[in-house]
């Protein structure tokens, strides 16, 4: 099992760009999260979808992020157009099921920085 | 809402030393409490879990027991070493409710042991 891979692990972008990570979940895993990290706000939550449906998208900061799963096995996070503060850490985890964390499995993050 | 507190780090420590890393929260209901571990450049590993009162969990030397009274899970090594060196995260998990399926995180306590 190849784990929770995440594409690319850098990006480095000019503001206003588009940027676009990618994410492929664990094979079986029926929910995928994202998470950003940064120094200032710690991890925080951005969308989780169950069986490729959007569940929650409460943590999305704003319309210039999108987050769409067309199949099981990727998912996608969008920033259009990219601004500085969005540079952070951003993590895809999947899980087996939503009953707790155990099932976690986070992938090693795409660092964004836009300059 | 459901919200975790950690110990504000940097905890600092020479190695065999004896580490504390104090986590507190808020839930309703019955929660299931986490404790994650970061290393440097890579993502979040479960590190152990416990799902209900008085539970210990237990992995690689650290131990954490769930305090329903006190809402703790703090979590301990005896002896500490270079190489657990990284941020560990407290979390919790609700099994219903709006917050099914969700991790929420404290945030983060940098350990570094030094030789």
């Known amino acids: 099992d190849a784990g929770v891979i995440q594409s690319p692990r850098h990006e480095v972008t000019e503001m206003g760009q588009e940027v676009t990570l990618r994410c492929k979940p664990i094979s079986g895993h029926d929910y995928l999260f994202w998470y950003r990290q940064t120094m200032m706000r710690g991890l925080e939550l951005l969308i989780y979808?169950?069986?490729?449906?959007?569940?929650?998208d409460s943590g999305m900061p704003e319309d210039r992020f999108s987050a769409k799963m067309p199949n099981a096995s990727f998912s996608t996070l969008k920033i259009q157009p990219s601004e500085p503060r969005d540079s952070a850490v951003y993590f895809c985890?999947?899980?087996?099921?939503?009953?707790?964390?155990?099932?976690?499995?986070f992938g090693s993050g795409t660092r964004l920085t836009v300059v | 809402g459901n919200s975790v507190t950690q110990m504000e780090g940097p905890v600092t420590l020479s190695e065999e030393a004896f580490l504390t890393i104090n986590c507190t929260y808020t839930a309703t209901g019955y929660p299931s409490l986490f404790w994650y571990v970061q290393y440097p450049g890579e993502g979040l590993q479960l590190l152990l879990k416990?799902?209900?009162?008085?539970d210990k969990g237990s992995n690689k030397g650290f131990e954490a027991t769930y305090r329903k009274e006190t809402t703790s899970f703090h979590l301990e090594k005896g002896s500490v070493q270079v190489s657990d060196s990284a941020v560990y995260f407290c979390?919790?998990?609700?099994?219903?409710?709006?917050?099914?399926?969700?991790?929420?995180f404290g945030q983060g306590t940098i350990l570094t042991v030094h030789p």
């Open positions: 979390a919790l998990s609700n099994a219903g409710g709006t917050s099914y399926g969700k991790l929420t």
């Open positions: 979808f169950n069986n490729n449906v959007p569940i929650d």
């Open positions: 985890a999947s899980s087996p099921s939503g009953r707790g964390g155990a099932g976690y499995t």
């Open positions: 416990a799902t209900k009162a008085d």
